[in-house]
């Protein structure tokens, strides 16, 4: 999945991946890796606790799923179902 959202995102010229695991794991560095992108002084030090609210599979967390993916079948958003 992640590698067919990249494939999808390359068409823009300026992305930065954030990975949650990643935002997980050490935030502090993940949040300089962004306000750096952002050309934000890295001294503002921005840090906050993240908690994932939804369920891992976006068909258990969207409740009308089935058409959303009827929907976009056939478009590049597609690839960003599950």
Same mark, same amino acid.
């Given at each position: 999945q992640d590698? !067919?959202?990249?494939?999808?995102?390359?068409? #823009?010229?300026?992305?930065? $991946?954030i990975f949650y695991e990643d935002?997980?794991?050490?935030?502090? !560095?993940?949040?300089?890796?962004?306000?750096? #992108?952002?050309?934000?002084? $890295?001294?503002?030090?921005?840090?906050?606790v993240f908690h994932k609210a939804t369920p891992d599979t976006l068909s258990s967390a969207i409740s009308n799923y089935s058409e959303l993916a009827e929907f976009v079948a056939g478009t590049e958003l597609e690839s960003m179902l599950d």
């Open positions: 590698k !067919r959202f990249c494939r999808s995102a390359s068409r #823009f010229d300026n992305t930065k $991946t935002l997980q794991t050490d935030p502090q !560095r993940i949040m300089t890796e962004i306000l750096e #992108f952002l050309d934000v002084d $890295t001294e503002c030090q921005l840090s906050s």
